[in-house]
T-cell receptor
Framework: SAVISQKPSRDICQRGTSLTIQCQVD?????MFWYRQQPGQSLTLIAT?????????ESGFVIDKFPISRPNLTFSTLTVSNMSPEDSSIYLC?????????FGPGTRLTVL | DAKTTQPPSMDCAEGRAANLPCNHS???????VYWYRQIHSQGPQYIIH???NNETNEMASLIITEDRKSSTLILPHATLRDTAVYYC????????????FGAGTQVVVTP
């Protein structure tokens, strides 16, 4: 299995501010992803975090709103920019190792 | 990736087997069936996956019909800790990340 940690585990933020979420994996992985889970909903893929190049975003998600960094094969950050209450969600990091996809514990974000 | 259909909820008695159905009638020949679960306030947890043969691991068994249009996840002896939302997902083997999570089945295990 893969050990994935996320920081912070939860936060309460004011609208108009930005929050950066960190994802750390216990060993190198090729693929890393960021998901969003809005209240009472299922998971939605935001983007694929590519090491050494720009992230690949899914339809409906843009880099200006969700900038992503991946400086190496064990670490990535997702920033939620210019937040509004609609951004209140759980944000999850996910990685692929061998033949399985693993998920982090998530970051619960509340925007007031 | 093919769409899946699951019942929205089901109850199960502790110690009994829980049989979770999933329909995926439009599945393609190169698509796998994956099962994940999400316990409240945690990230999804991988359970099991298969292509066409039945599979078993320490957590569960996966039964896939011969025509592959449906499958059943079996939790052999449900415990209270198995209370979670269970997701059935089908995807092409190499399309990592593109796990299309549906609404899943909310399973409640009762004493």
């Amino acid at each position: 299995s893969a050990v994935i940690s996320q920081k912070p585990s939860r936060d309460i933020c004011q609208r108009g501010t930005s929050l950066t979420i960190q994802c750390q994996v216990d060993s190198q992985v090729t693929m890393m992803f960021w998901y969003r889970q809005q209240p009472g909903q299922s998971l939605t893929l935001i983007a694929t975090a590519n090491q050494g190049s720009e992230a690949t975003y899914e339809s409906g998600f843009v880099i200006d709103k969700f900038p992503i960094s991946r400086p190496n094969l064990t670490f990535s950050t997702l920033t939620v920019s210019n937040m509004s209450p609609e951004d209140s969600s759980i944000y999850l990091c996910s990685v692929v190792r061998v033949d399985e996809q693993f998920f982090g514990p998530g970051t619960r974000l509340t925007v007031l | 990736d093919a769409k899946t259909t699951q019942p929205p909820s089901m109850d199960c008695a502790e110690g009994r087997a829980a049989n979770l159905p999933c329909n995926h009638s439009t599945i393609s020949g190169n698509e796998y069936v994956y099962w994940y679960r999400q316990i409240h306030s945690q990230g999804p947890q991988y359970i099991i996956h298969g292509l066409k043969n039945n599979e078993t691991n320490e957590m569960a068994s996966l039964i896939i019909t011969e025509d592959r249009k449906s499958s059943t996840l079996i939790l052999p002896h449900a415990t209270l800790r198995d209370t979670a939302v269970y997701y059935c997902i089908v995807r092409v083997g190499v399309s990592w990340g593109k796990l299309q999570f549906g609404a899943g089945t909310q399973v409640v295990v009762t004493p």
